[in-house]
């Protein structure tokens, strides 16, 4: 039995990581938008206790996953750690007594709960007092919509509004002045202001590098040079070869000698997350997070194809949300650094094989299982393989960030 999941991250007011959306299906095959709700929630639950832990997803914030009435009633979100999950409840549930009895029986419980796609009707006001969070889509409720609700709940405080489907940051700042506590969307996947932002010499140095190692033939004097000229750069570049994980020998004594420790693909890999860090210091720290899942699912993925060198698929997973976090268009983005034109016509053209994995990967983050699986058809992939690339994917992004936070 192989899970199919993808999660949408839930940011603050801040754009700070506050929570995962959760969305499990149980095969790409048939996970199509009218798939029993029923039978979501009870594969999803199953899954979170025999065949992965729910800290592999969600690391240590909490995660969004949707119940019907009927899972509810058979009390399935008793199986799952209440700091673990927030319960949310399907905008198909119709509110009634046998629901209200059940929100109330896990309110005292201690699980926070959550109004998926909230309808306003005035009979929700006898939830209110149990509800934590109302998600409303941003998109489809008018601004008078949104101030009814806001006066609705103006009695119980404790009540926070989430922007669901949030696409811009017009979007966003709107959302904001409507008083919304959190927020769910790709706003921060795109442009926030059009202006150009120059790179660091740092930066400069780190994409020079970037360039060298993306060559099929690689130049280890020239590459040892550039090293020796930032010694920030040679620093880490130690300390991260004297690593355990590469078991070596003896001591390092050289530059050159900690490039060859590396080998080809982990230097690729060093340099990609450094210039990643470097450039997003001041953005959420979930972009990051989010440009690391998709390098290591593009790596895996080129595993799985076999017809597109593993380094170049794994930059340019991690290059496809610098738009995001230069704050500029992705063209102006790849006109700055020196990379592989197959990177460049991935990610502005949208052409070629390496595009075919980005588009693969924005399915997957999306939930969008059809697409999805058109994508692993016309790729030719192994369908049983890419979901554990994808979890591998996800557990080593969670691993780097908490790296990167000690």
Known sequence: MYFYAARQPILDRDKNLYAYELLFRD??????PDIDGDEATSRMVEGSQFSFGLEDFLGDKPGFINFTLDTLIKKYPSMLPKEQVVVEILETVQP?????AECQHLKEKGYILALDDYIHQPVWRHFYPVIDIIKVDFRSTSTDTINEIKTAIAAFPHIQLLAEKVETNEEFQLA???GFSYFQGYFFSKPEMM???????AQMTLAELLYETSKSDLDLGKITEVFQRDVHLSYKLLRYS???VFKRRAEI??????LVVLGQVELKKFLSLLFTAQISSDKPAELMRMSMTRARFAEGIAQLHGKVDIAKAFLTGMMSLMDAILDEPIESVMNKLP???EIKDALVERTGVLADYVQLIEHYEKGQWQEASTSIEQLKLPSDKVPDAYHTAVQWANEQMNALGD
């Open 27 to 32: 095969g790409l095959e048939n996970a199509f």
């Open 242 to 244: 004297n690593s355990a």
């Open 253 to 258: 004594e050289t530059i050159k000698q900690a």
């Open 96 to 100: 009634g007594k046998r629901l209200l």
């Open 339 to 341: 990379l592989a034109k």
């Open 195 to 201: 202006q150009s932002k120059a790179l660091s010499p």
């Open 176 to 178: 904001l002045d409507l």
